[in-house]
């Protein structure tokens, strides 16, 4: 495997000259038309930070379009959530609230220093800061963090977030979590050790040299044994950071988050903890969101994946507006997910009919036009070292569908008449219902009927196409999809959505659920490949293999189109929470 170092420094270049890029771009596409003068968004956050200022006070007030997938910083996945969970939750480490290529560097959180190895990564040490406290007054212990990777191995109870700690730390899937621990005091994980209340170690039966980006996850912020409360535990996490729960988090509803008192900054040179109040709404109307931004009445969309189509008109046309606005590279991929157990689906000529059938740049044109994407036919995001650019089904010169290539991929799978199928988008995120009616068009052009149903992200990996037995129940055929890295590496890129290992009964992102053996072993054979060179080739490699597979159909590299209201302080975009702001720092004035 790579030093991860090095291949973090290889990422960041190439972020930084896509960042350059939208800089320098003239706004167009996006579905502004007329013959108003078009504006180019400002960019700043993307490269400074916006509004710098150390006032404190007031109630910073949040908007969103639909739930966390969790407030448990174990059970959580969305960007958004791992973002906004910093204000009261503390991890191991995380990354610096900064511009560009600075975002992607650790910081120190409720560690002294990143982690250290000394045999090629197969143990990992952290040392903990003293005098950190949950907002009962009482000391956070390194028990306590052993503890909160434990839990993450309960699916059942926890279903939502990644689970790297379970594939590396217990490969032979042998522990099966706290809550069906023998052991007395329910650490029985003997992969992870304590030695005292402010050391743990990590023990890995193969090297890792990227762990310290699972240090990063908020899975290892703290949680005492004594308080877990299993699935109710969402309601409200125990803070270790500047804000806790007011009263309870009511899913769907609203969470506000107060001062925690026992938060000592002496312990925490990252949190300035400006507002006294932050308040959260939970399913709002999306459009509705962005008229509070301009209004002012809100102060962020916590979703972080930009405004509506009608928003991104309003602040191309308006000079002002433009000023206050960046468009910002994501790093993620926008595809539609096949299920390769749904039949027809099963067979990959009725998969590679839909590579060829879709309308690529009608569906960029969904998503907000070139502010909002660039058109997408490989899928290892160009942010990513080793990036390279494939197109294994041309559908025409501009993308718009080859007709004639699905109808004799139709014939190979034997469905020359088409078939019907059903087809899955988050019906909170308007670009995406209208990229599944784009889809819908499309394939009907060909004689697959496509029958769209919509639910809201919040649910949708744990009870719709994260479900395999839903998916399968519900003769599920395609599901729209879109991953950013859980770290700025190829592996945290694809081995959550390709990685047959992966795959869970509920919670999941290889929602195609495929498990190749040779696409599992490339994983392998690059993440225990030293050279970077050779290890892109290996990563490329898998790029290519998995669209042979056509279980996945990559349409957009997405860009987010934010808006942030002139009375937010200390805005700067994040690409380490795919290029959304960062939350961890933000006041009103």
């Given at each position: ?59 910073l ?69 003293k ?74 039966k ?48 609203a ?7 026992h ?45 509506q ?5 309003k602040?191309?046309?308006?000079e ?21 157990k ?27 036009g ?50 019907s ?45 994260g ?40 919670g ?7 498990n ?42 997405t ?28 006041g009103?004035?």
């Open positions: 495997m790579k030093h991860p170092v090095t291949r973090r420094r290889r990422a960041q270049a190439l972020i930084g000259i896509v960042a350059v890029t939208a800089l320098t771009a003239t706004a167009c596409g996006g579905g502004s038309g007329g013959s108003k003068k078009k504006y180019s968004p400002s960019n700043k956050a993307i490269t400074e930070v916006v509004n710098q200022s150390p006032k404190k006070g007031g109630t007030k949040l908007v969103s379009s639909d739930k966390f997938d969790s407030l448990d910083p174990g059970d959580m996945y969305y960007a958004s959530a791992w973002n906004f969970s910093r204000l009261m939750a503390r991890p191991l480490l995380t990354f610096k609230p900064a511009p560009g290529n600075a975002s992607y560097e650790f910081a120190p959180d409720l560690a002294t220093d990143v982690g250290k190895t000394d045999d090629g990564g197969k143990t990992w040490t952290y040392h903990l800061r005098g950190v406290k949950y907002e009962d007054g009482t000391e956070v212990k390194a028990s306590d963090v052993k503890y909160a990777v434990e839990r993450t191995f309960d699916k059942e109870i926890l279903p939502n977030g990644p689970g790297y700690f379970a594939q590396y730390l217990d490969p032979d899937s042998t522990y099966k979590g706290p809550y069906k621990d023998s052991a007395p005091d329910k650490l029985g994980l003997k992969a992870i050790e304590t030695p005292d209340d402010y050391t743990i170690v990590f023990k890995m193969e090297p890792f040299a990227d762990f310290n980006y699972l240090a990063a996850l908020p899975q290892t912020a703290p949680v005492p044994p004594g308080k877990d409360t299993g699935k109710e535990y969402v309601k409200h996490p125990l803070a270790t950071g500047a804000y806790m729960v007011d009263g309870q988090y009511e899913p769907g509803k969470v506000n988050l107060v001062r925690n008192p938060w000592d900054p002496s312990t925490d040179p990252l949190r300035k903890a400006l507002p006294d109040r932050i308040e959260l709404l939970e399913k709002q109307d999306a459009n509705d969101v962005d008229n509070r931004l301009f209004a002012g009445t809100a102060q962020l969309d916590v979703v972080g994946t930009g405004v189509a009608a928003a991104q008109n602040i191309l046309t308006d002002k507006l433009a000023g206050n606005s960046d468009d910002a590279v994501s790093g993620a991929l926008a595809y539609l997910a096949i299920s390769s749904t039949p027809p689906f099963d067979n990959v000529h009725c998969r590679r009919a839909v590579q060829y059938a879709v309308n690529k740049a009608q569906m960029q044109r969904a998503v907000g070139e502010v909002g994407a660039d058109i997408a036919t490989n899928l290892m995001p160009p942010t990513l070292a080793g990036s390279k650019v494939a197109d294994m089904y041309p559908n025409g010169e501009k993308h718009t569908g080859d007709v004639a290539k699905a109808k004799d991929e139709l014939k190979q799978c034997g469905k020359p008449d088409g078939f199928t059903i087809l899955t988008a988050r019906s909170n995120r308007p670009k995406e219902v209208a990229g599944a009616t784009s889809v819908q068009n499309a394939l009907e052009k060909v004689g697959i009927k496509i029958e769209i149903r919509q639910y809201p992200s919040g649910d949708y990996f744990t009870q719709f196409a479900v395999p037995k839903w998916v399968a129940d519900n003769k599920v055929g395609i599901m729209f999809m879109q991953w950013g890295p859980d770290f700025p590496t190829q592996f945290g890129f694809f081995q959550q959505i390709v990685d047959g290992r992966a795959i869970k009964p509920a999941g992102t290889n929602l195609s659920e495929l190749d053996p040779a696409v599992n072993g490339l994983i392998d054979q690059a993440t225990r490949t030293i050279d970077p060179n050779a290890s892109a080739a290996i990563w490329q490699q898998l790029d290519q293999k998995v669209m042979e597979s056509a279980v996945m159909v990559p349409f957009a590299w860009k987010s189109l934010l808006y942030r209201p002139p009375n937010v302080t200390n805005l700067v975009v994040t690409p380490a929470y795919s290029g959304m702001y960062d939350y961890l720092n933000i009103i004035q």
